[in-house]
């Protein structure tokens, strides 16, 4: 059995399922045979950066990937705004405007904390059960309404252009699940009078992953060719490190393997990860001293 996670730093061109696919056939070529795998939040193929793909028990975590925050660093160039907001579409729009370095820096105040945006018409959202990207290859005509997002923080990281006419920005942004970058990009240009469009885009983190511990392409094909997992597999706590660990002991492990109800425990409301020793057994939540299992993991009989 494998249970944990790859950090994949996904290359450019390469889709999100593809990098599910990549891991599949290293695991198998391995002689892992049939494993479970699934990633924890899309990456265009012109996205670069964090790409957490969940193994085994690991891939019921996934959705809590989804939920995660995630900070980008990406690019806007100004003056081209695309039907994809990067650099895959058509171009709809041009500005000879360039924004001036003073009006750009002042504009980030309005786009940090909460806001509301139109996610891209070439998105995987669902409109009246079609993808978006679907309609819009289609040339449909439909409407998306906006959503409620935070922008943690959103920083200037570099310009090109002199600066009373800037060429294009690099920025670092943290942002709440659903944020789309693109969509981001595309507001800050208008709100300068101009329009543009994402030229670079790179996911720094995800959740609790980042950089750090991901690895290339290369190094995960090296797994499908002898090299050791160990090097390359996180254990499925490393996607639970944002939350409290509860210990358990074999008792308690028992009836939580077998879902049931365990109360009178001191601690504080909240969501944590029950253990047994060092083996994951469930992710619970507690309420006034009760506690009730959210997602159990399968890792090893520790009921016995």
């Known amino acids: 059995m494998v249970d944990g ?22 695991l198998r070529q391995a002689g892992f045979g049939k494993v479970k795998v699934g990633h924890g939040g899309t990456l ?47 171009v709809i729009a041009q500005s000879e405007v360039r924004p001036t370095l003073n009006n750009l820096e002042a504009a980030l105040a309005s786009f940090t904390g909460p806001i509301e945006q139109v996610p891209p018409a070439y998105s995987a959202l669902m409109i009246d059960g079609a993808r978006a990207y679907d309609l819009a290859r289609a040339g449909q005509e439909f409407e998306i309404k906006s959503r409620a ?27 709440s699940k659903g944020t789309y970058i693109r969509s981001l990009a595309r507001d800050i240009a208008r709100s300068l009078g101009t329009v543009g469009h994402v030229t670079m885009l790179r996911r720094l983190r995800a959740g609790p992953f980042d950089l750090a511990q991901a690895i290339s392409l290369d190094k995960l094909n090296a797994v499908g060719q002898g090299a ?28 939580v393997r077998q879902g049931r109800v365990l109360a009178g425990l001191p601690f504080d409301d909240g969501l944590y990860w029950g253990r047994l020793g060092n083996v994951p057994v469930a992710l619970v939540e507690l309420s006034g001293g009760s506690l009730t299992v959210t997602r159990g993991f399968n890792i090893a009989d520790v009921a016995e």
């Not at 950090?7 to 599949?24: E, F, N």
């Not at 310009?159 to 943290?174: I, V, Y």
């Not at 050791?228 to 409290?244: Q, S």
Request: proline share 5%; with cysteine; hydrophobic share 45%.
């Open 149 to 175: 997002v935070t922008i943690h923080t959103l920083t200037l990281d570099g310009t090109e252009g002199e600066a009373g006419a800037l060429q294009s920005a690099t920025l670092t942004a943290h942002v």
């Open 44 to 90: 265009d193929p012109l996205a670069t950066g964090v790409l957490p793909i969940g193994i085994g028990e690991a891939t019921k975590l996934c959705g809590r990937m989804l939920d995660a925050s995630k900070v980008y660093s990406f690019t806007i160039g100004f003056g081209v705004e695309t039907d994809t907001l990067d650099l895959e579409g058509k």
């Open 5 to 26: 996670w790859i950090i994949l730093d996904k290359p450019l061109g390469l889709g999100s399922t593809q990098g599910v696919a990549a891991v599949k056939r290293n």
């Open 228 to 255: 050791t997992l160990e090097h390359v597999l996180l254990p499925l706590e490393a996607g639970l490190v944002d939350i409290p660990a509860l210990n358990l002991d074999p008792e308690q492990a028992r009836a």
